[in-house]
């Protein structure tokens, strides 16, 4: 599948508001590839394709991690709405043909994000997080000017966010979420003890 027809599966799929959602990171994700020297067509596919399994209902996402063996952590079994990213991949594989191991990962870490991303996984977590039509989150406008500076800034204060809203809620925080904040953290403070 090409990325047109990839756009217009995702609009049959999504609601209107997901689908604005999606475009918003397809733009944003091919933009932050231009700034950083990525492929800009592979961002836009790992973009338009990152919420691909979002639609799916909690039971919906177990049972399909169930018939394709996809691995449940206890963290997943408490938010079971963590595995649309990961159900995502196996998604963007069969449904829509990406074999680009790249992808996968990018579409497979877009929530949790993990320690030492790769630059594309770093373009969706963060594109995610800043496409503009996401309601307003704290210092949201000083994480977008950041990642158009320092996409690992960006990322550090996207984590640090997520775990400062996180404790204010009930929610589990699953392992690589914090596994992907003390990374960041010990990344952002060795750079600014250097500079
Ligand atoms: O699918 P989207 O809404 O576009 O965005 P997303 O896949 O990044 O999901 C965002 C939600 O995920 C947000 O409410 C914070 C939550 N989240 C991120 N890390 C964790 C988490 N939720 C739990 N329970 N545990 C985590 O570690
Ligand atoms: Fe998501
Ligand atoms: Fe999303």
Do not use: W
Not at 8 to 20: N, T
Not at 36 to 55: E, P, R
Not at 98 to 122: C, F, Q
Not at 136 to 148: D, F, Q, V
Request: proline letters at 3%; aromatic letters at 10%.
């Amino acid at each position: 599948m090409n990325l047109d027809q990839m756009v217009d599966a995702i609009e049959k799929l999504q609601s209107a508001k997901r689908f604005k959602h999606s475009l918003g990171v397809k733009d944003v994700a091919y933009d932050l590839a231009l700034i950083y020297g990525y492929d800009t067509m592979k961002a836009s596919i790992a973009a338009i394709l990152h919420d691909c399994a979002k639609h799916l209902s909690d039971d919906e996402l177990i049972g399909q991690c169930n018939i394709y063996n996809l691995p449940v952590s206890k963290y997943e079994m408490q938010s079971k709405f963590l595995l649309h990213a990961k159900v995502g991949a196996l998604y963007a594989r069969k449904l829509y043909g990406v074999e680009d191991e790249d992808i996968l990962d990018a579409i497979t870490y877009h929530t949790t994000g993990r320690p030492s991303m790769t630059l594309l996984e770093k373009i969706i977590f963060t594109a995610d997080y800043i496409e503009p039509n996401r309601r307003p989150i704290p210092r949201l406008n000083t994480i977008r000017k950041e990642a158009y500076f320092n996409l690992d800034q960006a990322v550090y204060i996207i984590l640090e966010n997520t775990l400062d809203y996180l404790k204010t809620t009930n929610n589990v925080i699953d392992e690589m979420t914090i596994k992907a904040y003390e990374y960041y953290r010990k990344l952002i403070e060795a750079s600014s003890i250097n500079s």
